[in-house]
Antibody, heavy 123, light 105 residues
Framework: EVVLVESGGGLVQPGGSLRLSCEASGFKFEDYAMHWVRQVPGKGLEWVAGISWHSRDEGYADSVTGRFTISRDNAVNSLFLQMNSLTTEDTALYYC????????????????WGQGTLVTVSS | DIQMTQSPAYLSASVGDSITITCRASQSVSIFLNWYQQKPGKAPKLLIYEASSLFTGVPSRFNGSGSGTEFTLTITRLQPEDFATYYCQQSYDIWTFGQGTRVEI
């Protein structure tokens, strides 16, 4: 069974930093591209960042470029999102999601999602 | 960025009904259009990928069609568990989602 478990969310002040983690199990993690998607409670979904299986290709939404960094460690089946210079507009539930393909920019849909970790940016 | 527009935003239906949700892209996305179902407090679940392919385990009452800029998700014989919010997503150029269609009883 594919399982994705996010952690690391919490309350942070504007301008602060947070690092999210996503632990994967039930599949061969190194074979898949991975993504972060966020959702403001009660609102729609926004793709945040994606990374290829080998970590050499990654991409970001314009809204987070230069502030967020996606990474992965295939040895421990984990995906990460380093978030810096946070603003109130980054407040959302952050989901980790598996791509159906190995390269993040190969037009794959997201076939499995974690339950999300809540990030609240507030003073 | 490619903009995705879903209609309607809300839809009221009854068990046993058939419903159709439309998703329009601001430019062609070929067949790279996916549909997700989300229930309150839960993560989205993939229903349909590449416009018309049913994801593993999804009941056959869900049907997707379209190409280019116009797509539809049809659910026949609505079941109680189908009342949820549905999102389209283009995966042709990065990924963008529609604003969602809430299907209510």
């Amino acid at each position: 069974e594919v399982v994705l478990v996010e952690s690391g969310g919490g309350l942070v002040q504007p301008g602060g930093s947070l690092r999210l983690s996503c632990e994967a199990s039930g599949f061969k993690f190194e074979d898949y591209a991975m993504h972060w998607v966020r959702q403001v409670p009660g609102k729609g979904l926004e793709w945040v960042a994606g990374i290829s299986w080998h970590s050499r290709d990654e991409g970001y939404a314009d809204s987070v470029t230069g502030r967020f960094t996606i990474s992965r460690d295939n040895a421990v089946n984990s995906l990460f999102l380093q978030m810096n210079s946070l603003t109130t507009e980054d407040t959302a539930l952050y989901y980790c999601a598996r791509d159906t393909r190995d390269y993040y920019d190969s037009s794959g849909p997201f076939d499995y999602w974690g339950q999300g970790t809540l990030v609240t940016v507030s003073s | 960025d490619i903009q995705m527009t879903q209609s309607p935003a809300y839809l009221s239906a009854s068990v046993g009904d058939s419903i159709t949700i439309t998703c329009r892209a601001s430019q062609s996305v070929s067949i790279f259009l996916n549909w997700y179902q989300q229930k309150p407090g839960k993560a989205p679940k993939l229903l349909i990928y590449e416009a018309s392919s049913l994801f593993t385990g999804v009941p056959s009452r869900f049907n997707g069609s379209g190409s280019g800029t116009e797509f539809t998700l049809t659910i026949t014989r609505l079941q109680p568990e189908d009342f949820a919010t549905y999102y389209c997503q283009q995966s042709y150029d990065i990924w963008t989602f529609g604003q969602g269609t809430r299907v209510e009883i």
